[in-house]
């Protein structure tokens, strides 16, 4: 065993999404950052879809970008297609996506990570976690190397145990030809956490040389289009374009056929996948009404003829893939370069989390992205530039942040995941937010970025641009010709600020019943569950009530008035006892 | 949602009783009492003599104290207004209060707010805490058993609906894929009117809903001449009914308004009923009295101390008890008899106004124990009818946004919280698991 000279404030274990955010925004913070990746080649990568963004995702890149984060910058680097989503409806509910050229996009953040002070970057893998008294202590690592850290941020992706699955051929590994983490998940149970199984699936690549194009509707870049951060400006650019076909009788004649030959339903797969976003043998067994599903294909960059087909999901055996896209018309040649699979792996309950994302009974040890049960580039980048912050923070012996559900997207994904846990791969929909007309794209800076400033995550001078542009966006929602001199704004634009002034104003009435509601829950959330007092003892509290605030344990009144099944008498019940405690204690 | 910077309300007397004393607590508790009471100053900790209205009508005098803050019970600022007892200036004055911006306290809250503020020590705090788990337990099973009730089932019903459209809606606002065909607009505008209206049907099963609509039906009857005009004449004060010896002589029912201690009464003078009858007006007359008894809330029959066992009378009475809700018995002309003689009535006199007292007294009896409310009523609770007011409003406001998902999918959320009070919360994931388990959601 060799023991590093040096010793990490905080060191990120993965190089996904999650944990590549959580570097930078620790490194930025000032800790000093040690990032363990089993491959710098596959840094970022994004190993599903070529796009960044959706209904739902596309706020949370805004959000990220809005703290400091990298996610919405890499993603304009590497563009070759916007399309806003839901124009159809109104502004609230509008989401940018955007398809990438992978490689780009993966070496864009490699840099990014590189130029960055305070971090440095490690190919080799973490195997255990080591603590002392409670506490992080260090990692040990596969070379047998030893690094001492005050906090670890594990983001590991599917990696955990990670088997690939295609048909009935199982292999072991977290992505295609990658190699899974086989030995962390021992030293996690070691650490007494509760470990699951989770399943998510990719779908097939093909050659888009064998494509026959003509038999689908290609949908062009949005052009004039809008950035993902609101640091760019739009440029010229060499844009790709998007294909939309549909799956046809045949098709659901292939699936009904072979159903039994997909890892799913031959036995191989316990786990539980999502609901929403279905293999499309899924799909054809729960949804037989719907016999034609939407198909897109997706260019994986521009310096390869490699497509993937949103929509096609599938762990079916190769020669069953291949019968799937014969009954596709315009697929019929088509010539697979890539299977599509399946994959489970091992994640951990997250309600063994604080809301600042750290491990209840291991403090400095934070978790970010899929090994919470997530899904979703976008949703492992929220979770990470929370999780690095944080981390960060407690080695800083400063309070966390923990973003409110009326502020983000990322405060309802964190706060539903410590709160209610998961039992199937939770993704982000604008559904799940209730102050869906307060979490636009359009405001994310104007929800968040004080946070930013506030913990040294932008640039200084950033500062009084960002003031004179929220000044600017309220003269302007008074008076939608009132002067603005464009200079003030620095980095931020004033087009956007019409747009947004535009937008709120709009939704006014809207606004204003949001915001009085949000009001009650910040309240309660004010209210703190001071340390040492145990909720769950609190005399003349339901049963069911006490085994799950004894699990969850909540920080805040307001986070426990969210446990799904407690009564407003046992909220009653818990405040007076936090009094009686803060008196009898002296704590205020 | 707990939150204790809302404004509370609520009574600190029980049911019954002629003076009730009402509760405001909290930073809009002031502004509240000057609204009720269109009046602008009050000293604090000085009994004020105030008019309550009602939008330009009076609903009741009372007596009114307003506590400073933090010189008050709770800590807060206070207000009590200590008034008439009638169940409907009851339940008006709350949904006054509701609608200025309180809500309704839980067990024990004001002394919890007392507590918190700092105006209670540990001992006496044990007592609400007390109250609270007692009251949690019970409220607990009450849920529990409410639920094999009819009336849950209606409620689940219409959450059911609405988390029906609601998922028809979301599903469109998340869907990336395209999967979805377009709103079906007029098959969902119809869902949200059906919704609506039973909401409002609900809503109008409210007992004051209704009395404020209809008023409280008293149907006074009897045998021909046993003074039931008189009777209705006496009790409202001036001469409506034609009064005259002449049996028989009110053929048609008459109707007069009258406000009894703030209820709205409606007194119905139905035609005297005699067995043997050859007049076609009178037997139609005696065809309607028979109807208005048996839509009355109240009936009061009128004998005749004079008759002595009259085999009509008894005949007739057996009748009027099978028909009616509530039933009183008095027994007139008390002045024409000896007074020592006994009856299992009321003695009243309709020409002297013996007894009059007495039989006001009875009829606010009965309304106070909500006996009437409680037969063929459903909704019983000022909260709950306006809650139900509410998603109402919120439903016709989202049949009105059908082209703007996201706005209808506000006011159907709204509504959902509205009724969170009767059927409790449907949550986000409640309505993604409807979504998921009806429609194909793509990435």
């Known amino acids: ?588 | 949602m707990y939150d204790m910077h809302d404004t509370i309300v609520a009574f600190a007397t029980s049911n019954g009783g002629a003076v009730a004393l009402l509760r405001l607590s909290g930073t809009l508790a002031y502004k509240i009492l000057k609204e009720l009471t269109k009046k602008n100053n009050f000293t604090p900790r000085r009994a004020t003599l105030a008019t309550i209205y009602d939008g330009d009508a009076v609903l009741d005098k009372v007596l009114s104290l307003y506590f400073k803050a933090p010189n008050s019970y709770t800590g807060e600022d206070l207000i009590e207004i200590s008034m008439h007892a009638g169940p409907y200036i009851k339940s008006r004055i709350l949904e006054l209060c509701l609608m200025l911006g309180a809500r309704m306290a839980k067990e024990g809250e004001f002394s919890q707010r007392a507590f918190l503020n700092g105006k209670m020590d540990l001992v006496e705090a044990q007592g609400v805490l007390d109250i609270i788990s007692a009251k949690n337990k019970a409220a607990h099973k009450a849920a529990v058993n409410s639920l094999e009730g009819r009336l849950s089932g209606r409620f689940k019903e219409i959450r059911q609906e609405l988390t029906d459209i609601l998922s028809q809606v979301e599903v469109r606002i998340d869907d990336s894929d395209d999967e979805m065909q377009p709103l079906p607009q007029e098959e969902v505008k119809a869902k949200l009117f059906k919704v609506e209206k039973e909401a409002k049907d609900l809503a109008d099963t409210f007992s004051s809903g209704r009395l404020v609509k209809e008023g409280i039906k008293v149907a006074i009857c009897g045998l021909t001449n046993a003074g039931k005009s008189s009777l209705l004449n006496r009790l409202l004060g001036y001469n409506r009914a034609i009064v005259s010896s002449n049996a028989g002589t009110t053929r048609d029912t008459v109707e007069a308004p009258l406000s009894l201690l703030g209820f709205d009464l409606v007194l119905i003078d139905t035609a005297g009923i005699r067995l043997t009858v050859t007049d076609d007006a009178e037997i139609e007359g005696i065809t309607r009295s028979r109807q208005a008894i048996k839509q009355a809330d109240i009936t009061i029959f009128v004998r005749d101390l004079t008759l002595k066992n009259n085999t009509e009378e008894n005949k007739f009475f057996e009748e009027v008890r099978l028909n009616s809700k509530n039933l009183i018995t008095v027994y007139n002309k008390a002045d024409a008899v000896s007074s020592n003689k006994s009856t299992e009535g009321l003695s009243i006199s309709a020409k002297t106004g013996q007894g009059l007292k007495e039989l006001e007294q009875e009829i606010i009896k009965i309304l106070d124990l909500s006996n009437i409310s409680g037969q063929d009523m459903i909704i019983t609770s000022a909260t709950h009818h306006r809650a139900l007011l509410h998603a109402a409003c919120e439903l016709k406001d989202a049949a009105r946004k059908l082209t703007d998902l996201e706005l209808c999918a506000e006011h159907l959320r709204a509504a959902l919280k509205y009724l969170k009070e009767l059927i409790g919360e449907v949550t986000t994931e409640d309505i993604l698991d409807n979504i998921f388990s009806k429609f194909c959601v793509g990435k």
Request: proline share 4%; hydrophobic share 35%; net charge neutral.
């Open chain 1, 1 to 588: 065993m060799f023991d590093f000279d040096k010793s990490f404030d905080v060191i990120v274990i993965g190089g996904g999404h999650a944990g590549c955010e959580a570097a930078l925004i620790s490194a930025k913070r000032g800790a000093k950052t040690l990032l363990i990746t089993q491959s710098l080649d596959t840094i970022a990568q994004m190993s599903c879809n070529p796009s960044i963004g959706g209904i739902a995702k596309g706020q949370i890149v805004r959000e990220i970008d809005a703290l400091g984060g990298a996610m919405g910058k890499i993603t304009d680097i590497a563009a070759v297609h916007y399309h806003m989503l839901n124009t159809g409806k109104g502004e609230a509910v509008w989401s940018p996506r955007v398809q990438c050229d992978k490689k780009i996009y993966q070496f864009a953040y490699k840099h990014f990570l590189e130029k960055q002070e305070n971090l440095h970057i490690l190919q080799d893998e973490a195997t255990q976690i080591l603590t002392k008294n409670g506490a992080v202590d260090g990692i040990v690592t596969l070379r047998q190397t030893k690094y001492k850290t005050k906090a670890v941020v594990l983001c590991s992706g599917t990696f955990l145990k990670g088997t690939i699955h295609v048909g009935k051929l199982m292999l072991g590994g977290g992505r295609y030809n990658d190699n899974a983490a086989n030995f962390l998940s021992a030293s996690l149970k070691d650490l007494g956490l509760k470990i699951g199984r989770l399943k998510t699936g990719t779908p097939m690549r093909i050659n888009g040389k064998t494509v026959d194009f003509s038999k689908f509707t290609p949908q062009p870049s949005d052009n004039p289009y809008t950035p993902m951060s609101v640091f760019n400006r739009p440029v010229k650019k060499d844009f790709l374009q998007c294909f939309i076909g549909r799956t046809t009788d045949k098709t659901a004649e292939v699936l009904a056929e072979h159903a039994k030959e997909s890892a799913l339903y031959s036995g191989n797969i316990n786990s539980i996948g999502p609901r929403y976003c279905p293999s499309i043998e899924d799909k054809a067994v729960k949804f037989p009404q719907n016999r034609h599903h939407p198909l897109f294909l997706e260019p994986e960059g521009l310096h390869t003829e490699e497509y993937y087909i949103q929509g096609f999901s599938t762990s079916m055996p190769e020669y069953v893939q291949y019968l799937l896209l014969r009954s596709v018309e315009g697929l019929e040649q088509a010539q697979i370069v890539r299977p599509g699979y399946a994959v489970e792996y091992d994640y951990v309950d997250p309600t063994c989390l604080t809301p600042a994302l750290e491990v209840k009974n291991v403090s400095g040890l934070f978790f970010a992205g899929q090994i919470n049960g997530t899904t979703g580039y976008e949703e492992a980048g929220g979770q990470g530039i929370i999780a690095g912050l944080n981390a960060a923070l407690k080695v800083q012996e400063v309070e966390p942040l923990v973003l409110r559900r009326d502020e983000s997207y990322i405060g309802v994904l964190i706060d539903d995941l410590v709160t209610k846990g998961v039992n199937e791969p939770y993704r982000m929909f604008t559904s799940r937010a209730e102050y869906r007309i307060m979490l636009r794209t359009d405001n994310a800076d104007l929800r968040l970025t004080d946070y930013a400033f506030k913990y040294s995550l932008m640039p200084k001078e950033y500062e009084k641009y960002f003031q004179a542009y929220k000044e600017a966006v309220q003269l302007l929602e008074e008076d939608e010709n009132a002067e603005i001199n464009e200079n003030n704004l620095g980095v931020w634009s004033l087009n956007v600020a019409k747009n947004t002034a535009k937008i709120q104003n709009k939704y006014k009435g809207y606004l204003d019943r949001n915001i009085k509601e949000a009001k009650a829950l910040e309240n309660a959330d004010k209210i703190i569950i001071p340390d040492g007092f145990d909720p769950s003892e609190v005399k003349g509290i339901l049963i069911e009530s006490k085994q799950k605030l004894a699990k969850i344990q909540p920080k805040t009144l307001g986070q426990a008035s969210r446990i799904p099944g407690l009564t407003p008498s046992d909220l009653q019940l818990i405040l007076i006892n936090i009094e009686r405690f803060r008196r009898e204690h002296n704590v205020k």
